[in-house]
T-cell receptor, first 113, second 112 residues
């Protein structure tokens, strides 16, 4: 079956702009999580959605937001981009409510100039 | 969730077993040990997880000490494709289903 799909794969934005990233989970998966990966901070949890509701949120400013649609697809938005937002943004999906593993997408590489 | 300690890097010869240690001395009784790896420029990949018994799958074996304060991931016959950063994570399975707290991991380099 198809894996986790993230679009776009690469993105270049200018400081002050906003950006929307998309994640399509594995069919049947209802939990979607987002992570930011930078060389300095490593992999950091952003937020998790389950059945269109945010269940958990990491320690990121309010410029970072997300949502999940009824088909479990998720988007994350970053407003007023800063240079420090340049990172690999990873999405993971999982079957919620049982012992399982998370499946990650290839990520979106965002560069803010 | 309990924190983990891993060596920053290790080398392994191709075809030999790679033994990756992880210390989790503050692990609670209901916390599982998970291992993921991340090959360069890809998303992390699940390898294996366990609670207290040793586990084996097609990718690796997980050995957890009796006191559960440490564990070892064993790649039985390392290949060049196993070069990656390996993350040891402990988490309570029922809570925060999607939240994984990654540390710095161990950079494993498999050499010919």
């Amino acid at each position: 079956k198809a894996g986790v799909t993230q679009t776009p794969r690469y993105l270049i934005k200018t400081r002050g702009q906003q950006v929307t990233l998309s994640c399509s989970p594995i069919s049947g998966h209802r939990s979607v999580s987002w992570y930011q990966q930078t060389p300095g901070q490593g992999l950091q949890f952003l937020f998790e959605y389950f059945s269109e509701t945010q269940r958990n949120k990491g320690n990121f400013p309010g410029r970072f937001s997300g949502r999940q649609f009824s088909n479990s697809r998720s988007e994350m938005n970053v407003s007023t981009l800063e240079l420090g937002d340049s990172a690999l943004y990873l999405c993971a999906s999982s079957l919620a409510g049982k012992i399982t593993e998370a499946f990650f997408g290839q990520g979106t590489r965002l560069t803010v100039v | 969730d309990a924190k983990t300690t891993q060596p920053p890097s290790m080398d392994c010869a191709e075809g030999r077993a790679a033994n990756l240690p992880c210390n989790h001395s503050t692990i609670s009784g209901n916390e599982y040990v998970y291992w993921y790896r991340q090959i360069h420029s890809q998303g992390p990949q699940y390898i294996i997880h366990g609670l207290k018994n040793n586990e084996t799958n097609e990718m690796a074996s997980l050995i957890i000490t009796e006191d559960r304060k440490s564990s070892t991931l064993i790649l039985p016959h390392a290949t060049l494709r196993d070069t990656a950063v390996y993350y040891c994570i402990v988490r309570v399975e029922r809570d925060s289903w999607g939240k994984l707290q990654f540390g710095a991991g161990t950079q494993v380099v498999v050499t010919p």
